[in-house]
């Protein structure tokens, strides 16, 4: 699996306003060896929902 690449899209900072380009970062980094009792996954397909946004901000309600 060593020709496989690893992307990431990491949030950098979390808006305070519009959400932007400017609050992501692309990379690509090496893959991890997992480890004992660990597994390796290839993620297919992906999903940005109108509630990804919410949960960049943690919860929303009060206990």
């Known amino acids: ?3 496989t690449i690893n ?3 990491l949030l950098v900072e979390k808006p305070a306003g519009k959400l932007g380009p ?3 970062k692309l990379t690509d ?5 997992p480890k ?7 993620v297919r ?3 940005l929902d109108a509630a990804n ?3 960049m901000h943690g919860a929303t309600y009060r206990a």
């Open 7 to 9: 992307r990431q899209v």
């Open 22 to 24: 400017e609050h992501f």
């Open 36 to 42: 004992d009792g660990e597994a390796l996954l290839r």
């Open 53 to 55: 946004r919410a949960w």
């Open 45 to 47: 397909y992906i999903s």
């Open 1 to 3: 699996m060593t020709d």
């Open 29 to 33: 980094a090496s893959l991890p060896e």
